[in-house]
């Protein structure tokens, strides 16, 4: 068996329902997939047992313990010489491992990452909340698209590494951004992480714009935690969105006191965002709602990314969350 491919699920059956779909259209059929189901109290497995005779599949039930001691889990039962993440709400092309397998014969990397974008099935949400995670100018540049403003960090949304990456560096840590701080560990093990741009999944995210501001926020506040246990590995821009967050706030107030014409700067950009997520997402609708989400995505992410700075940093309370973390072995 080439590839173990590993998904974590916790109470999302529908959405396991339509990867599992997925996968039984997989043009290349040397994978198996390892569910482990985290403690759910909805569980998935009246769909796995739907395929459990179309390719193989190993289902394990845990207790809850987190997304990264469950992918740890199924790394521990897997039979493949290769692991491949994807989170329970993405969805696979049919040729997903075929140009996998291109990709690893051509230009063998013992880590990869690739893309992810919206299926025409998502809803319009979906669709706008993915505009905001991967456009140039919402910073969704450096999460694997076609420029990057940093050194490619795969994510556990299409990420994979080879056993022996897992053999010399563990398993995940449990802790937020833990896909970021795992890309870390393998880079400053030797190894050198590959982007894989024609390697991509479709991926669901959040289903409301509340949802998705809860999600970039505690993003925003594990970039600290990241910068406390890699000295340095903080970029300038990391700290666009907290930039952005200030800047506009008080182009905002000064508009509002002093003049209308401080607004002028806001106003283009967020005019440069719309027809881009019009132009994107072929659809006034869609790049409207866009404009709203890159909104929730860059406010959610800079006020986090604030809130732990001054607490974890200024403060000075986050050196003992650091050496704890620190302390995680990932096993």
């Known amino acids: 068996m080439k590839f173990s491919l590993i998904v974590p699920v916790y109470n999302r059956p529908?959405?396991?329902?339509?990867?599992?779909?997925?996968?039984?259209?997989?043009?290349?059929?040397?994978?198996?997939?390892?569910?482990?189901?985290?403690?759910?109290?909805?569980?998935?497995?009246?769909?796995?047992?739907?395929?459990?005779?179309?390719?193989?599949?190993?289902?394990?039930?845990?207790?809850?313990?987190?997304?990264?001691?469950?992918?740890?889990?199924?790394?521990?039962?897997?039979?493949?010489?290769?692991?491949?993440?994807?989170?329970?709400?993405?969805?696979?092309?049919?040729?997903?491992?075929?140009?996998?397998?291109?990709?690893?014969?051509?230009?063998?990397?013992?880590?990869?990452?690739?893309?992810?974008?919206?299926?025409?099935?998502?809803?319009?949400?979906?669709?706008?909340?993915?505009?905001?995670?991967?456009?140039?100018?919402?910073?969704?540049?450096?999460?694997?698209?076609?420029?990057?403003?940093?050194?490619?960090?795969?994510?556990?949304?299409?990420?994979?590494?080879?056993?022996?990456v897992w053999e010399a560096v563990g398993g995940f840590r449990e802790m937020f951004s833990e896909d970021i701080d795992m890309s870390t560990r393998i880079r400053n093990a030797g190894f050198s992480p590959q982007l894989y741009r024609d390697v991509k999944v479709f991926h669901k995210r959040r289903g409301n714009l509340a949802k998705f501001w809860r999600q970039v926020h505690v993003f925003g506040m594990s970039r600290i935690t990241l910068q406390l246990l890699y000295p340095g590995s903080m970029k300038l821009v990391h700290w666009m969105p907290a930039v952005f967050t200030i800047g506009s706030i008080m182009l905002l107030l000064l508009g509002i006191i002093l003049s209308p014409l401080w607004l002028i700067p806001l106003a283009l950009y967020l005019l440069a965002l719309w027809i881009s997520a019009i132009i994107s997402t072929r659809s006034l609708k869609i790049g409207t709602m866009a404009v709203a989400a890159s909104m929730v995505q860059l406010y959610g992410y800079g006020t986090g990314f604030l809130r732990a700075y001054i607490w974890k940093i200024l403060l000075r309370h986050g050196r003992d969350e650091a050496q704890e973390v620190a302390m995680r072995k990932g096993k």
Do not use: W
């Open 14 to 164: 529908d959405e396991v329902a339509d990867l599992l779909q997925s996968l039984d259209c997989q043009s290349n059929r040397d994978f198996e997939l390892i569910l482990v189901e985290d403690g759910s109290t909805i569980p998935c497995l009246q769909h796995v047992e739907q395929y459990a005779s179309r390719f193989p599949i190993r289902y394990f039930a845990k207790s809850n313990e987190g997304r990264s001691i469950a992918r740890n889990y199924g790394m521990e039962h897997a039979g493949g010489d290769y692991f491949v993440f994807v989170d329970s709400d993405c969805i696979l092309p049919s040729d997903y491992f075929e140009k996998l397998s291109i990709a690893l014969r051509d230009n063998y990397t013992d880590c990869f990452g690739g893309p992810d974008a919206a299926h025409d099935s998502f809803t319009d949400t979906q669709k706008a909340i993915n505009f905001a995670m991967t456009a140039f100018l919402t910073t969704g540049g450096i999460r694997g698209g076609k420029v990057s403003m940093e050194k490619f960090v795969p994510r556990t949304f299409n990420m994979g590494f080879s056993r022996r």
